[in-house]
């Protein structure tokens, strides 16, 4: 080998080493932020966190932006310790890196959140939600009333935020008993006199209006209503009162935007976009364009923001960015754009100045960080918000407890503990791994949009609790879980669902337990859901429920399909209440499957056990009306079930916390049944440790009321935007 081809290996050989060395760095780097943020965020260790973040400054070398970001992280925690060594810190952010204009601009609204400001910016509580109430659409003009509706019965309400009156505006049960029928999504026109409602009247939805004015229930005017249109709802109106911007999903699942004429109830598309539609669309206050936020990708729930010209001539992405970004609205001069972002980590209000439709210069941070969705931006330039407070359903909060039971004695032998302290009141449906090791859950965070308007919900994620170690691990799969229930699969390696994926298509779907790649198993062929799969003990086949589980007056069926083969079989037919929980519908030895059947004409419901490989099937417990009974858990052993029998039924629901039940352990052999002493009101189906011993299971409670609330003086004064 020559000089020159030794020096080429060597510089090789270096470069090599020196990449190597560069990736080794990155991923301590990514492990060391991890460790940082977990003890200020969970184990509230702050200063533990501030001398991480300390080490990951010093060695960020030419990654400004890792600096900054630790940087800014370090001044909160001392800024949480009330050490005033947080402000010299932001101070250098904003003077040392301001290249890194997210975090420069956080630090300089936290140097300023201390003292007032020029604007005398101003948050506060204006009204509370009662429970089962859910705000959808925009507060009037003029401050004074917020439209919501009351799943109590269907009916869209308007709350007055001065009085705290509330005023019905449809009648549900009066006019369509005997129908399921109710509103959803309410819209004030710019003058306040009327208000555009969505209204389902299956298997469509109906655009209607009605006046403010006057007293008692309004007669409405049926606008737009077509049987090709599953979903239409109206998100805002022009300022004069002429257009309708709306968003509907065709009965092919197609979404598109467009707007409504009020005078006719014309239609005229604007765009075809993702299923899952924008958060909100939001007329300019000259009416010439509408603002909106996007999904960008199938595989994430990440949104851009984006106006449209309403003569469809041209279109903006007006902001285009990692994090996830949704509009609020304009400011009354129509100079600015106003959305949210969590670039920061937290979400934050910022503003984009506008001219002609057209973004001009970089986004400001107005405030570091706020709270709920948006019910609009008033004339008087007042943000209004819901702000949600934790909670597992419209109804509902839960938390995951976790204790030692003695099914043979029927008692605790250690009182249970709730672990799980994060995003408390929003964890439910737990289920252990088949080593034990691991605790997979259902968490419902907020504000994190699945579908727009009044398809927007909170979404569900899936957490890994370890016992062991006592951390949490959330895994984000890009899928909309529903019911939200996981069950893990027979080798452990990943978990399995129901729900629709980012396409809209419904189906069974695989969950990589530690990448959260999804990947569907059968999908949906017609209207018919499918649910609840479960697997056998060798890993081989799947059984699942397809048909319309729920409606005891529709058949649903068993079925076993061969996983290599995609062959499947019909193993049972009937009719049911309600599909199980996050128990598996199969014994562990793969044996016997459990169903939950309602005899119509008795309203008896019972739990059947039924042979896979044939033959027929056994009433193993039952209850008469009302009393109705529920599927909990198989004992590991396989030789029992654990059911539920609820005294009364309210909702349809045996965890309700409203609900006294009582659990009872049914032995396969036909021996006499035993009622265990564990009061049950309010738990959801548990998950039986493999030790045959710990149990863990979600327990609700009534939720804390929704609340309104107001952010005035956030912005300059028409004409003083600089």
Wanted: aromatic letters at 8%; glycine letters at 10%.
């Amino acid at each position: 080998m020559n000089r020159l081809s030794l020096m080429a290996l060597v510089a090789l050989l270096a470069a090599g080493l020196q990449t190597t060395q560069a990736q080794q760095s990155a991923a301590q780097t990514e492990k060391l932020l991890a460790s940082a943020q977990h003890k200020a965020t969970i184990d509230g260790d702050l200063k533990g966190a501030i001398e991480d973040y300390k080490k990951i400054v010093a060695g960020a070398g030419a990654n400004r932006a890792l600096a900054a970001q630790a940087l800014v992280r370090m001044a909160e925690c001392y800024q949480k310790l009330g050490d005033s060594e947080s402000r010299r810190i932001y101070e250098r952010v904003t003077r040392e890196y301001a290249d890194q204009k997210d975090f420069a601009a956080l630090a300089h609204a936290r140097l300023g959140a201390s003292t007032p400001t020029s604007t005398g910016m101003m948050s506060r509580r204006i009204t509370s939600v009662p429970v089962g109430g859910v705000g959808y659409g925009t507060v009037s003009p003029d401050g004074r009333y917020f439209p919501y509706t009351n799943w109590d019965n269907g009916d869209l309400f308007l709350r007055d935020l001065v009085t705290g009156a509330d005023r019905r505006m449809t009648n549900v049960s009066a006019l369509y008993a005997k129908e399921s029928q109710f509103a959803v999504q309410a819209a004030f026109s710019k003058d306040g006199r009327q208000v555009a409602y969505g209204w389902v009247v299956a298997p469509h939805t109906e655009l209607r209006i009605v006046d403010v004015a006057g007293a008692g229930i309004p007669q409405p005017r049926r606008l737009f209503g077509n049987d090709e249109i599953a979903n239409i709802w109206p998100d805002d109106w022009s300022t004069d009162g002429k257009w309708l911007a709306v968003q509907l999903r065709r009965q092919d699942k197609t979404a598109q935007m467009g707007l409504v004429g009020v005078q006719d109830g014309s239609l005229r598309i604007l765009k075809s976009v993702d299923w899952r539609g924008a958060a909100r669309l939001m007329f300019s206050p000259d009416s010439k364009y509408l603002a909106y936020d996007l999904p960008v990708s199938d595989s994430n729930g990440q949104r851009d923001v984006f106006i449209l010209a309403i003569d469809g001539s041209r279109e903006a992405a007006a902001v285009v960015h990692p994090a996830n970004d949704l509009v609020m609205g304009w400011s009354a001069d129509g100079s600015a754009l106003i959305f949210s972002s969590d670039r920061t980590d937290a979400v934050g209000l910022w503003r984009l100045r506008v001219s002609e439709g057209t973004p001009i210069g970089a986004p400001e941070l107005i405030k570091p960080q706020i709270d709920g969705a948006p019910l609009g931006i008033g004339r008087n330039g007042a943000l209004y918000s819901l702000v949600h407070h934790p909670r597992f359903n419209a109804v509902v909060s839960a938390d995951i407890h976790v204790a030692t039971f003695d099914f043979d004695a029927g008692r605790f032998l250690a009182p249970p503990m709730t672990p799980i302290q994060r995003f408390v009141g929003t964890n439910n449906f737990p289920s252990w791994s088949p080593d034990g090791h691991t605790l997979a859950y259902v968490s419902r965070r907020e504000g994190a949009t699945e579908g727009g308007g009044a398809g927007t919900r909170n979404r569900f994620i899936v957490a890994m609790y370890s016992p062991q170690t006592g951390q949490v691990r959330d895994v984000s799969p890009a899928l909309n879980m529903y019911p939200p229930v996981v069950r893990w699969s027979a080798n452990g390696r990943s978990l399995l669902t129901n729900g629709r994926d980012l396409k809209g298509r419904q189906g069974l779907y695989r969950i990589d337990a530690d990448s959260g790649v999804v990947a569907p198993i059968v999908l949906s062929s017609d209207n018919a859901e499918l649910r609840s799969p479960s697997e056998s003990p060798d890993g081989k086949s799947l059984y699942y429920m397809r048909g319309y589980v729920g409606d005891p007056e529709k058949e649903f069926a068993v079925i076993e399909r061969d996983l290599h083969s995609g062959n499947e079989r019909e193993v049972f037919r009937g009719r049911s209440i309600f599909s199980p929980g996050p128990a598996s519908l199969l014994s562990p030895d793969g044996q016997w499957i459990v169903v939950s059947t309602l005899a119509p004409a008795t309203q008896t419901s019972a739990l059947l056990l039924v042979p896979v490989r044939g033959g027929p099937a056994k009433d193993i417990i039952h209850a008469d009306s009302p009393r109705r009974v529920a599927f909990q858990s198989w004992t590991p052993d396989g030789r029992a079930i654990l059911a539920t029998i609820a005294e009364t039924f309210q909702g349809g629901d045996v965890s309700s916390p409203d609900v006294a039940a009582e659990l009872w352990r049914v032995a396969l052999d036909g021996s006499a049944r035993r009622k265990l002493d564990l009061n049950v009101a309010g738990m959801t189906p548990f998950s039986i440790h493999p030790d045959g011993r710990q149990i863990a299971y979600g327990l609700t409670e009534r939720a804390k009321d929704d609340e309104v609330w107001v952010l005035e003086n956030f912005l300059p004064k028409p004409g003083k935007l600089p």
